[in-house]
């Protein structure tokens, strides 16, 4: 039987609270929507903001209103965090519905916290990763472009560090390198991509919920 919210353990719940950090707002909703009727519910973990951005942004691109149906991107503050949430949200609590979307790197944590829980879906090497590359490099730049950063990016690129990168490196890199930016361009990115060419993970993870 699914756990009702005051049941759940507090040491659980204020540590994902803690761990969603501004994310805080979708795991409410989400422990709201499970409280009230679990069987209805669904719950994509997520690393972070810019993976939530993204998945949100397409999903509404394709027609998709996930809260209506009781689907939540739920981001979590970092891979390592994840068995917290599925306590929260698994077979030992709230019993919901739950898949989820990871970067390599994270995806040993993902088979501990999801094996037999629930399917997950792996980026290579991570979401910015896969939509730079099915974008291609000078869309990228011109979204970058459009955004007003192009000067930004040029001062980044002319940097000893990075000068002798990759387009796509150099891509990736700057959007990590200032708060904020890399979830503005989790939208911006989405928001650009060819629905027909939506990256495997990405497309699994929706058609999955």
Not at 7 to 24: F, H, I, K, P, R
Not at 96 to 110: I, K, N, P, S, Y
Request: proline content about 4%; charged content about 25%; some cysteine.
């Amino acid at each position: 039987m699914a756990a009702r919210l005051e049941d759940v353990d507090e040491v659980s719940l204020a540590a994902v609270t803690e761990a969603a950090g501004a994310g805080s707002a979708a795991l409410a909703a989400a422990a709201a929507r499970a409280r009230s009727d679990p069987g209805s519910c669904a719950v994509v973990l997520v690393e972070g903001m810019s993976d939530q951005a993204a998945v949100q942004t397409l999903a509404e691109r394709s027609g998709r209103d996930l809260r209506a149906d009781g689907i939540f991107v739920v981001p979590m503050g970092g891979a390592t965090n994840i068995g917290h949430f599925v306590s929260l949200f698994g077979p030992g609590g709230f019993g919901v519905r739950l898949t989820g979307l990871c970067d390599q790197g994270e995806e040993r944590d993902f088979r501990r916290g999801l094996d037999r829980v629930g399917p997950y879906f792996v980026c290579v090497a991570d979401l910015e990763d896969e939509m730079i590359r099915a974008l291609g490099t000078s869309r990228v730049e011109d979204l970058i472009e459009a955004e007003g950063e192009s000067g930004p990016f040029r001062t980044f690129t002319r940097q000893p560090a990075h000068r002798g990168e990759g387009r796509d490196q150099q891509l990736h890199r700057f959007m990590g390198t200032r708060s904020g930016r890399k979830i503005r361009y989790g939208h911006v990115l989405a928001a650009a991509l060819d629905l027909t060419l939506i990256p495997g993970p990405l497309a699994g993870l929706l058609s999955a919920v």
